[in-house]
């Protein structure tokens, strides 16, 4: 019930800023001290969450896992790293994702690589395709990309 009312005050006191030019001063008033009254006082309607005592020990929390990363994830956080470095990211076309994906592999110490491209423009507005190795660390989550010269 108290989320009611306190919606209810927002949208009074919206409303009347959303007209405060066409008011007169007396409803400019009015409009803003119920609404504000109705926001503030509409959250104390709320019921009191009940009491309760725990029956039981608490359990040791969970350990937290560090979180993993898909191959489209990964395809993401490449793709927006390579167009951070170029000229005109706006222009970038990069390697479909379908593609990328089936491509993605893995090295020695575990690292998954991605060898990849993406056409965009340079400076004087040509296109040309740009080489990159993007390598993900699932030790450390991070993501590095270099670009290859051909």
């Known amino acids: ?51 309760s005592t725990p029956t039981q020990a608490p359990s040791a929390e969970p350990k937290k896992q ?27 076309k990069f390697q479909p994702v379908w593609e990328a994906t089936q491509i993605m592999g893995k ?7 991605w060898v990849g491209w993406v056409d965009a423009q340079n400076a004087f507005g040509v296109y040309l395709r740009n080489r990159f190795v993007c390598t993900y660390n699932p030790k450390t989550n991070l993501v590095s990309v270099r670009f290859v010269q051909e």
């Open 1 to 51: 019930m108290g989320t009611f009312f306190t919606l209810l005050g927002a949208v009074i006191l919206i409303g009347t800023l959303a007209q405060w030019r066409k008011l007169p001063k007396w409803r400019k008033a009015f409009g803003v001290v119920i609404g504000l009254i109705v926001l503030v006082g509409g959250g104390s309607l709320d019921s009191p969450e009940p009491q």
């Open 66 to 92: 560090a979180p993993t990363y898909d191959s489209v994830d990964i395809y993401t956080a490449c793709t927006e790293l390579v167009s951070r470095q170029l000229k005109a990211p706006r222009t970038a």
């Open 107 to 113: 090295d020695e110490k575990g690292n998954i690589i």
